[in-house]
T-cell receptor, first 111, second 115 residues
């Protein structure tokens, strides 16, 4: 069962613009994670935000979490062509559970 | 360098054959996972193991089997009972099995095609 749903399914922007992707989920979580997947490759862990955190930064990435709305957003600032990939959110209910992934947002950054 | 190695990168299976996908990690992680990814879709959990000699079914375990005889290794067998095995298979690991909330480390995947 898919816990997270990303929006939009696809996003195309120009280099230098910001990209925002959203994730909604259904049940209470321990933490929410964002991953990137380049075409035909494995996933790479980007950032983890815990349920008691509201915002987190890592380089050009900014993640927010609103547990009252059961939603999260990933902002990539000053995007580059190398940011072109699929981005997935994944939720963790904690205590021995396993991650449940959404269906992803395909980001294309045009040079 | 520590990481997860999946092999082979590409695998072709004939109808009625069992095939085994390899996943090896040198990260000393306790928990390991197998996910299936179909084109344009997210990941679905097949099996996971939080400790040696123990594993649990995920959401789509039918037609698959696993073993966890060593901490480093978590092979996945796709049996002839799996009617639609063509997909991209991803192995992952994490240090704590979800108890402390670490991110997953993924291998580079095996693309399985039925011919």
């Amino acid at each position: 069962s898919q816990q997270g749903e990303e929006d939009p399914q696809a996003l195309s922007i120009q280099e230098g613009e910001n990209a925002t992707m959203n994730c909604s989920y259904k049940t209470s979580i321990n933490n929410l994670q964002w991953y990137r997947q380049n075409s035909g490759r494995g996933l790479v862990h980007l950032i983890l935000i815990r349920s008691n955190e509201r915002e987190k930064h890592s380089g050009r990435l900014r993640v927010t979490l609103d547990t009252s709305k059961k939603s999260s957003s990933l902002l990539i600032t000053a995007s580059r062509a190398a940011d072109t990939a699929s981005y997935f959110c994944a939720t963790d209910k904690g205590s021995g559970s396993r991650l449940t992934f959404g269906e992803g947002t395909q980001l294309t950054v045009n040079p | 360098d520590g990481g997860i190695t999946q092999s082979p990168k590409y695998l072709f299976r004939k109808e009625g054959q069992n095939v085994t996908l390899s996943c090896e990690q040198n990260l000393n992680h306790d928990a390991m996972y197998w996910y299936r990814q179909d084109p344009g879709q997210g990941l679905r959990l097949i099996y996971y193991s939080q400790i040696v000699n123990d594993f649990q079914k995920g959401d789509i375990a039918e037609g698959y089997s696993v073993s966890r005889e060593k901490k480093e290794s978590f092979p996945l067998t796709v049996t002839s009972a799996q009617k639609n095995p063509t997909a991209f298979y991803l192995c992952a690991s994490t240090p704590d099995g979800g108890h402390l909330g670490y991110g997953y480390t993924f291998g580079s995947g095996t693309r399985l095609t039925v011919v």
